[in-house]
């Protein structure tokens, strides 16, 4: 079993009675569902149904203190905080960004020999394992208690990305992509029927009317691995966005419509140069659902 703690991650505490409602009103998971020792992955939306943040949150249990701890990136945390608490306005809940004191160490390949507080299971993916929140100072600590080799986080990266799991930054920008396009609703990161939260309308009517035509996908690599950001070609017409790479193995934003024509075409996909390939091509053939009639 590997562990990696990771230094782009941050957490910010929501607190208070008002706190389970508070959340579920705002966010694309359904938090009703959320208990100790169990993990959701969600996102804050923009009322146009684009993502300002997505995260993983659990509950924390009562001896603890109770509320719910949010696993969201670093950078955005101080931004998510300040954000939630322009929302509460008369809601007896308190928000506090525990970045400086709190981190994240992922723990996969294995099942961890103790269950530390504060641990849960990946909700999008099995394979990505454990998170634990923990002080930074103790990451050696508790990887040493769960069984663990401690590595580098560019090891879990490398995972991550051979896992096909968006990373926000790398795989997609923030502001700029709906759940759909970064796989959210895929991953277990949008509860659909759950009542209204920010960007709801738009989420629901995507998934209703099958209009998500920009996918994450995995694409598999040479030797070389082109640049994140950098246009994916199909011949002279570009189908995406190239994102997060590693060992062979890479992440891209594309159309599948466009993918599936060139497919169809014979032509190959290149990204700043280089050859690239799906690494599930039918992933670009999955039919659109109809729309509501």
Same mark, same amino acid.
């Given at each position: 079993?590997?562990?990696?703690?990771?230094?782009?991650?941050?957490?910010?505490?929501?607190?208070?009675? *008002?706190?389970?409602?508070?959340?579920?009103?705002?966010?694309?998971?359904?938090?009703?569902?959320?208990? +100790?020792?169990?993990?959701?992955?969600?996102?804050?939306?923009?009322?146009?149904?684009?993502?300002?943040?997505?995260?993983?949150?659990?509950?924390?249990?009562?001896? /603890?203190?109770?509320?719910?701890?949010?696993?969201?990136?670093?950078?955005?945390?101080?931004?998510?905080?300040?954000?939630?608490?322009?929302?509460?306005?008369?809601?007896?809940?308190?928000?506090?960004?525990?970045? *400086?004191?709190?981190? !994240?160490?992922?723990?996969?390949?294995?099942?961890?020999?103790?269950?530390?507080?504060?641990?849960?299971?990946?909700?999008?993916?099995?394979?990505?394992?454990?998170?634990?929140?923990?002080?930074?100072?103790?990451?050696?600590?508790?990887?040493?208690?769960?069984?663990?080799?401690?590595?580098?986080?560019?090891?879990?990266?490398? /995972?991550?990305?051979?896992?096909?799991?968006?990373?926000?930054?790398? *795989?997609?920008?923030?502001?700029?992509?709906?759940? /759909?396009?970064?796989?959210?609703?895929?991953?277990?990161?949008?509860?659909?029927?759950?009542?209204?939260?920010?960007?709801?309308?738009? !989420?629901?009517?995507?998934? /209703?009317?099958?209009?998500?035509?920009?996918?994450?996908?995995?694409?598999?690599?040479?030797?070389?691995?082109?640049?994140?950001?950098?246009? !994916?070609?199909?011949?002279?017409?570009?189908?995406?966005?190239?994102?997060?790479?590693?060992?062979?193995?890479?992440?891209?934003?594309?159309?599948?419509?466009?993918?599936?024509?060139?497919?169809?075409?014979?032509?190959?996909?290149?990204?700043?140069?280089?050859?690239?390939?799906?690494?599930?091509?039918?992933?670009?053939?999955? +039919?659109?659902?109809? +729309?509501?009639?």
């Amino acid at each position: 079993m590997k562990s990696a703690f990771l230094p782009d991650r941050g957490v910010v505490k929501v607190a208070g009675e *008002d706190a389970r409602n508070f959340l579920n009103g705002l966010v694309t998971t359904d938090v009703d569902k959320l208990k +100790p020792g169990l993990g959701r992955f969600g996102a804050l939306l923009t009322p146009q149904g684009k993502i300002i943040v997505d995260f993983l949150i659990t509950e924390v249990p009562t001896g /603890h203190g109770g509320g719910f701890l949010i696993d969201c990136p670093k950078a955005l945390a101080e931004g998510l905080a300040t954000k939630l608490k322009f929302y509460k306005l008369r809601a007896k809940v308190t928000v506090e960004n525990l970045s *400086d004191d709190l981190g !994240v160490l992922a723990a996969w390949d294995g099942e961890p020999a103790a269950q530390p507080d504060l641990a849960f299971a990946d909700p999008r993916n099995g394979e990505l394992g454990t998170r634990i929140l923990i002080p930074k100072d103790l990451k050696q600590k508790l990887s040493d208690l769960i069984g663990a080799e401690l590595v580098d986080a560019a090891d879990y990266e490398a /995972h991550r990305i051979a896992l096909g799991v968006p990373r926000g930054g790398l *795989d997609f920008m923030y502001s700029d992509a709906f759940p /759909h396009e970064t796989n959210m609703d895929r991953l277990a990161g949008v509860d659909f029927d759950k009542g209204c939260y920010v960007g709801q309308e738009v !989420v629901s009517r995507m998934q /209703h009317r099958g209009t998500a035509r920009t996918r994450s996908v995995k694409v598999l690599l040479d030797d070389l691995s082109p640049e994140a950001g950098v246009s !994916v070609m199909a011949g002279d017409k570009s189908v995406g966005t190239m994102g997060s790479s590693a060992q062979g193995k890479g992440i891209a934003l594309v159309r599948i419509d466009r993918v599936a024509d060139a497919l169809d075409a014979g032509q190959p996909l290149t990204a700043g140069g280089l050859a690239l390939t799906l690494a599930e091509p039918e992933v670009v053939r999955i +039919p659109l659902k109809q +729309p509501i009639t």
